[in-house]
């Protein structure tokens, strides 16, 4: 299959600290990639560099066919990104926020019209669309920021722990929103503190110290690694760290 992320001997160095050291791999087109390591493993780092926000002291590749050192801003334009920490505005109304990022993504006027009523109608949520951000029940707000990320149809969506603080059943149905992405040819790519989340990938990658420790399918990982599930792979991994976060 097509791969979309390409990355060869990608390195980040902050002074003497080394966060991102030396790592390699490939994600293909419509696949749901995980993205592990505990904190201070260099995660988010290298997401950061690969979503055209930071450069790379060494090392290059590409990502949705832009290469990560001259074309960040290309790289931009064709990704999607949500965020756990902060993808919507509260003090704005849902058509707001859909508006703004519509524009922030390039998308003419009428384009983001029809998107938005697109949208509101695909999420149910056309009684609400006067409503602030800040009033809406958690999980509407997940699927929100989900579908304002995927406004712009991007080959590639960033999920930085989209998840996180949220109880199992809407976890669950989130995660219905990723299959539907990469049921369309969307690749995404999730970073997650969830094992139970990582079972649901296609490829799963560990990151400890900076460096890529596993990479392989769920299944693939417990069989290397004689664990249960997920949780079990990560213990033994994150348990080899040297680095404090």
């Not at 074309?71 to 993808?87: A, L, N, T, V």
């Amino acid at each position: 299959m097509e791969n979309v992320i390409e990355i060869h001997g990608l390195t980040k160095k902050f002074g003497n600290f080394t966060a991102v050291d030396n790592i390699s791999f490939s994600v293909r087109k419509g696949e749901i990639f995980g993205f592990l390591g505990a904190n201070g493993a260099g995660k988010t780092t290298a997401m950061r560099i690969l979503c055209g926000l930071s450069v790379p002291t060494s090392g290059g590749g590409t990502v949705a066919g832009y290469d990560i050192v001259r074309q960040p801003e290309k790289i931009k334009r064709h990704i999607g990104y949500m965020s756990q920490k902060f993808s919507l505005y509260s003090d704005l109304k849902v058509w707001e926020n859909i508006r703004l990022f519509g524009g922030i993504y390039g998308l003419s006027g009428k384009e983001i019209a029809a998107k938005t009523s697109e949208i509101l109608a695909a999420l149910g949520m056309e009684d609400v669309r006067n409503s602030f951000v800040s009033s809406l029940p958690l999980g509407w707000k997940q699927k929100l920021s989900f579908s304002i990320a995927m406004i712009h149809e991007p080959d590639i969506v960033f999920l930085d722990e989209p998840t996180g603080g949220v109880d199992p059943e809407t976890r669950r149905r989130f995660w219905e929103l990723i299959y539907d992405a990469a049921s369309r040819g969307v690749t995404v790519f999730v970073t997650t503190h969830y094992m139970d989340e990582a079972e649901y990938c296609d490829r799963v990658s560990v990151m400890v110290d900076g460096r890529i420790a596993a990479f392989d399918s769920p299944a693939g990982l417990k069989r290397t690694y004689g664990a249960a599930d997920m949780d079990g792979v990560f213990r033994i991994l994150a348990g080899r760290a040297v680095r404090k976060e």
